[in-house]
């Protein structure tokens, strides 16, 4: 006999796979009447207790998974989503493979494309592979404390990780490439080192003072988030790598910024000879606004594709009117749309938004943090 936990469980899949398939139909109309492909995935579901998007359905529930995300900015062009289909990847080895080919494509030669690559789902009984690293690219963090660390310090515990797993390290540079952690399925998570040439980088340097060449600052052109699970009408894809492009907030205002990350904005206000013994001067804003100018510079005089603050949150309020006008509620939060630096210059800084939930999404999982920091990785 079911007992009611499995039953509530089956009965919230198949409504999310319904609301989905309908949604698909409505704004697809190409795709026809959605009864028939309802009653079959009905079918499906009492069968094997899940069922198979088709590709048509994966690439939209993709797409509508972005337009959906609350703390994304960028989702003008949610519909220009490059889906690379991977469903049939279920090894940990080809998984990373197949990973560092999404760079490949998504970086395009400094002109980023988004792109996500749907690994296998998870399914009754056996689930789907994982990507413990929290994006495909990361720099280590070597040390125990951030006053000490050389490279990222939100990365020591991943680091520190690696290394007693076997990994020899990088050249002690603060800008050494982590190897990408991968969990296949049946399989102990592994890593593997990330191939240079699938990695674009943009050496940091200021427009105005040739001097920052010597910090060696650089940062890499694809922003790919690999720790989230792609959910779609009750199917969850727990290995979904995608990316945008930059917006250069995070770079010069968080990557590189950040207290517990790179904090560079000492050194920043130092080589602008500013004083650092008083809040009231300004220095960190002062520093903060210099640093974001060289990361825009420095990506554009390298032809890769970034966005400023800005004109992305005039973007998204051009996002805001086109769903309004096919009436669809756009959820978001306010506390990531609004950018980290001159927040009120920028017009989404007054307006007020709602979060809105969805059965189509990317989300956290539990554990998903705890993973991309290398816990209970040895």
């Known amino acids: ?224 988030i690999s720790n989230m699970c792609l959910e779609i009408g009750g199917i969850h894809y727990p290995a979904a790598p995608f990316n945008g492009w930059y917006m250069g907030t995070e770079i010069g205002a968080r990557n590189l910024a950040d207290t517990d990350r790179y904090n560079l904005l000492p050194a920043v206000a130092r080589r602008l000879g500013l004083d650092t013994t008083s809040d009231r001067s300004l220095w960190k804003d002062r520093a903060l606004v210099e640093l974001n100018r060289a990361v825009l510079d420095s990506f554009d005089r390298a032809g890769v594709t970034i966005s400023d603050h800005h004109t992305e949150s005039r973007r998204f309020l051009t996002h805001l009117e086109r769903e309004e006008r096919k009436g669809r509620e756009v959820g978001a939060d306010w506390s990531w749309i609004v950018p980290p630096i001159s927040g009120s210059a920028t017009p989404v800084f007054h307006r007020t938004f709602e979060e809105r939930q969805s059965s189509t999404s990317y989300v956290h999982h539990p554990g998903a943090q705890e993973r991309a920091q290398g816990r209970d990785l040895v």
């Open 1 to 224: 006999m079911e007992i009611p936990q499995q039953r509530s469980a089956a009965a919230r899949v198949r409504e999310e796979a319904e609301e989905f398939i309908r949604l698909f139909h409505r704004e697809n109309p190409e795709a026809g009447d959605p009864r028939p492909r309802l009653a079959a995935v009905r079918d499906e579901l009492a069968r094997t207790g899940t069922y198979r998007h088709t590709p048509q359905e994966l690439v939209h529930g993709a797409r509508v998974a972005w337009r959906n995300s609350n703390r994304c900015i960028g989702r003008l062009y949610w519909n220009s989503l490059r889906v690379r289909d991977r469903r049939g990847v279920v090894e940990s080895d080809r998984v990373a493979e197949e990973c560092f080919e999404h760079l490949r494509e998504a970086t395009n030669g400094g002109r980023v494309r988004p792109v996500i690559t749907v690994f296998a789902p998870d399914a009754p009984g056996r689930p789907g592979p994982l990507i413990w690293s929290e994006q495909l690219v990361r720099y280590a963090g070597y040390g125990d404390h951030p006053s000490i660390t050389v490279g990222d310090a939100r990365n020591a515990p991943l680091t520190e990780a690696l290394l007693r797993l076997g990994w020899t390290g990088g050249a002690g540079t603060p800008f050494d490439l982590l190897p990408l952690v991968v969990q296949g399925v049946d399989d102990k998570p592994r890593w593997f080192e990330t191939p240079a040439d699938a990695v674009l980088e943009v050496p940091i340097r200021h427009p105005d003072d040739a001097g920052w060449g010597e910090w060696g600052l650089r940062w890499h052109a694809v922003p790919a």
